[in-house]
């Protein structure tokens, strides 16, 4: 009985999916609710192949850094974020990252550097320009997918500049990309709970609205598994498709769990999201976005194996070897920290599907 009550659920969104229709909020809610997990698999792999989606799995060779990890802001579900006075504190010179990206590019020949930092309130835009200008000239090749739309919200405010200008003296001195974080989920009730101290969601906007109008394109996140709840999380969903619908920009969607070690909410309680939720939320992303063309299922935050798992579940990337990520490795993630290229064409190969090496703006750099 409870089978036939799914499938009734499932059948009219199944039916708009075949007809190319566009899902609406309570098509979402809708999939959020659902218990039948593997038909809400079928359903997204469905959604992805009728838009065009093949075989292709994408990575790219990719680097982690953080210049600073200084913040004001004291955001709850944070464990990456120091106050200058702690011990652990770090803020890099321009000459020292280059220095040491520069050795990494000679053993593990990244096309990409991701990076992103607390929101350092002791540094100024000439700090983040300055390790662009120097990166660039040492490693002209690279992709630099520097700083979330939170971080330049945050030098538009210490420089008293729009964030346009901003962006501009960002895009002159070599950015190719902003990552997608800062994000969170943009209801007003959620953001007051876990992150009382950062910018309003229309500033995030904002920032990603000017960058695509520069042609700077950008990455959209969603935070789940905290106090959200599933209403917010489609909502959060339909406002990055509203802004997808004017700009274009998004280059991929990235659904990241919520960590809880070492932050406040561990000492609540609260607990690592489960299998079932991360490939509930790589699903319904996918559905929902009709206009993004790629999801990734972000391994170092959910594991290779349910990575592979997610490739049937709506995703078409596993992000990359994201050599030396910090940020979820605070929070408690114990994927390790570094994958190596043929071990992530294993993990492709055996979910039936085709490894495709990527740069940033997903040009095909090889294919196995
Ligand atoms: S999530 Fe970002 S803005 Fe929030 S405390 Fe951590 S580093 Fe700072």
Not at 90 to 106: C, K
Request: charged share 25%; proline share 3%.
């Amino acid at each position: 009985m409870a089978v036939l009550q799914t499938i009734d659920t499932l059948a009219p969104i199944r039916e708009k999916i075949e007809a190319g229709e566009r899902l609406d909020f309570e098509d979402g809610l809708t999939l959020m609710e659902t218990d039948d997990l593997l038909a809400l698999g079928e359903l997204a792999d469905l959604a992805r192949r009728a838009r065009g989606g093949g075989d292709e799995v994408y990575f790219v060779q990719n680097l982690y850094l953080n210049q600073t990890n200084v913040c004001r802001v004291k955001c709850k579900f944070c464990a990456f974020a120091k106050t200058r006075k702690q011990e652990e504190s770090y803020t890099i010179s321009a000459d020292e990252l280059v220095d040491d990206a520069v050795r990494q590019h000679a053993v593990a020949s990244f096309t990409e550097i991701h990076c992103v930092n607390g929101e350092n309130p002791h540094v100024d835009l000439e700090f983040y320009a300055d390790v662009l200008r120097k990166l660039r000239a040492a490693l002209p090749d690279v992709h630099l997918k520097f700083y979330t739309a939170s971080e330049i919200h945050h030098m538009s405010m210490l420089e008293g500049c729009s964030h346009e200008d901003v962006l501009r003296v960002l895009q002159d001195a070599g950015l190719g990309s902003l990552p997608g974080g800062g994000a969170e989920i943009f209801a007003d009730r959620v953001r007051q709970l876990i992150a009382p101290g950062k910018e309003h969601p229309d500033d995030w906007f904002d920032v990603h609205d000017t960058a695509h109008k520069l042609g700077i394109p950008t990455h959209c996140t969603l935070l789940y598994g905290h106090v959200e709840t599933y209403e917010e999380r489609v909502d959060h969903l339909l406002r990055l498709r509203a802004q997808q619908d004017a700009t274009g920009g998004f280059l991929a969607f990235i659904p990241l769990a919520f960590h809880p070690e070492n932050t406040v909410f561990e000492r609540r309680g609260f607990k690592f999201t489960t299998g079932a939720d991360d490939l509930k939320m790589i699903a319904v992303s996918r559905l929902l976005l009709d206009n993004v063309e790629h999801v990734k299922a972000y391994w170092i935050m959910m594991g290779l194996p349910m990575a592979q798992v997610a490739l049937h579940f709506g995703a078409d990337d596993v992000q990359g070897t994201v050599v030396r990520e910090q940020i979820f490795q605070a929070a408690g993630a114990s994927s390790g920290t570094e994958q190596k290229v043929p071990e992530l064409v294993r993990f492709v190969r055996d979910a039936g599907r085709v490894p495709v090496q990527r740069d940033t703006l997903y040009n095909e750099l090889r294919r196995w």
